[in-house]
Nanobody, 116 residues
Framework: QVQFVESGGGLVQPGGSLRLSCAASGRLFSIYTMAWYRQAPGNQRELVARITSGGGSTDYAESVKGRFTISRDNGKKTVYLQMNSLKPEDTAVYYC?????????WGQGTQVTVSS
């Protein structure tokens, strides 16, 4: 059973940057398409970015395209989300999971707050 632990969130001013990390447990990490999701208060969880098992293909929500970059290191069982030019509307709890999401594998997430 794969599990995920997210880190790297924090408080940042508009226009700033953060790099999120997601460490996975389990032997089969490298076979999964991975994704970052986020959930803002009062909103449903949404997919932000995905990356295929080998890292050769990525996809982004329109709202983050050109600002966020997803990457992975299968040797370290870690997926990253580099977030640049952050906006207040990016404020949310960020989670990683497989795509499609494994319902039993949601971690605690990491809070990202963009505010001046």
């Amino acid at each position: 059973q794969v599990q995920f632990v997210e880190s790297g969130g924090g408080l940042v001013q508009p226009g700033g940057s953060l790099r999120l990390s997601c460490a996975a447990s389990g032997r089969l990490f490298s076979i999964y398409t991975m994704a970052w999701y986020r959930q803002a208060p009062g909103n449903q969880r949404e997919l932000v970015a995905r990356i295929t098992s080998g890292g050769g293909s990525t996809d982004y929500a329109e709202s983050v395209k050109g600002r966020f970059t997803i990457s992975r290191d299968n040797g370290k069982k870690t997926v990253y989300l580099q977030m640049n030019s952050l906006k207040p509307e990016d404020t949310a709890v960020y989670y990683c999971n497989t795509d499609p999401a494994n319902r039993g594998a949601w971690g605690q997430g990491t809070q990202v707050t963009v505010s001046s």
